[in-house]
Antibody, heavy 122, light 109 residues
Framework: QVLLVQSGAEVRKPGASVKVSCKAS????????IHWVRQAPGQGLEWVGI????????GNARRFQGRVTMTRDTSTSTVYMELSSLTSQDTAVYYC???????????????WGQGTLVAVSS | SFVLTQPPSVSVAPGQTARIACGGN??????VHWYQQKPGQAPILVVH???DRPSGIPERFSGSNSGNTATLTISRVEVGDEADYYC????????????FGGGTKLTVL
């Protein structure tokens, strides 16, 4: 079955960086885009960015431009999302989610990771 | 970028019908997807492409989309349907971009 398993919770100080991983299994890793979505405490869902595991092309929401880096390791079927220059506003649960169709960056997601809490506090 | 507007809350009694709106400029020209999220859990897709249900989602969940409003309808609401619901589209004007509505808290009275 399709599984996305994310790394554990992280605590960082303002100005630091954090790298969250999402390990995929149960399907051909390079066939499906992976999206990153975050949710601040008590708030709604916010799209962060996307990576195509086939080739590594990425895209991100404008508000994260210059601060977010998404990479992948095809040997371990894992994608990574690194966010730098953290502030308290970045405190959130970060989810990875697989695109619904091979080769499609649009559409929706049926498969989500369990979420990773990133807490930013001095 | 494309903006989706949802009411913050909707309340309904068990057995009644809940309708959750998602507004956006000419949203009827886009495909709208809906997620259910319960506290501490990842979102679950309940409707995709305006009105299609994934396998395992009860027929009580349905959707429509026309003009400037998409609607998620939950018939014969159950206590277990209490959750936050989010609409989502792909913003084709911004490459590779998902957009979410602000979410609606469904309370079952």
């Amino acid at each position: 079955q399709v599984l996305l398993v994310q790394s554990g919770a992280e605590v960082r100080k303002p100005g630091a960086s954090v790298k969250v991983s999402c390990k995929a299994s149960g399907y051909t890793f390079s066939d499906y885009y992976i999206h990153w979505v975050r949710q601040a405490p008590g708030q709604g869902l916010e799209w962060v960015g996307i990576i195509n595991p086939n080739g590594g092309r990425t895209g991100n929401a404008r508000r994260f431009q210059g601060r977010v880096t998404m990479t992948r390791d095809t040997s371990t079927s894992t994608v990574y999302m690194e966010l730098s220059s953290l502030t308290s506003q970045d405190t959130a649960v970060y989810y990875c989610a697989r695109s619904h169709k091979p080769g499609y960056s649009s559409g929706w997601s049926t498969y989500w990771g369990q979420g990773t809490l990133v807490a930013v506090s001095s | 970028s494309f903006v989706l507007t949802q009411p913050p809350s909707v309340s309904v009694a068990p057995g009644q019908t809940a309708r959750i709106a998602c507004g956006g400029n000419k949203i009827g020209s886009k495909s709208v997807h809906w997620y259910q999220q319960k506290p501490g859990q990842a979102p679950i897709l309940v409707v995709h492409d305006d009105s299609d249900r994934p396998s395992g989602i009860p027929e009580r969940f349905s959707g429509s989309n026309s003009g400037n409003t998409a609607t998620l309808t939950i018939s014969r609401v159950e206590v277990g349907d209490e959750a936050d619901y989010y609409c989502q589209v792909w913003d084709s004007d911004n490459d590779l971009n998902w957009v979410f509505g602000g979410g609606t808290k469904l309370t079952v009275l």
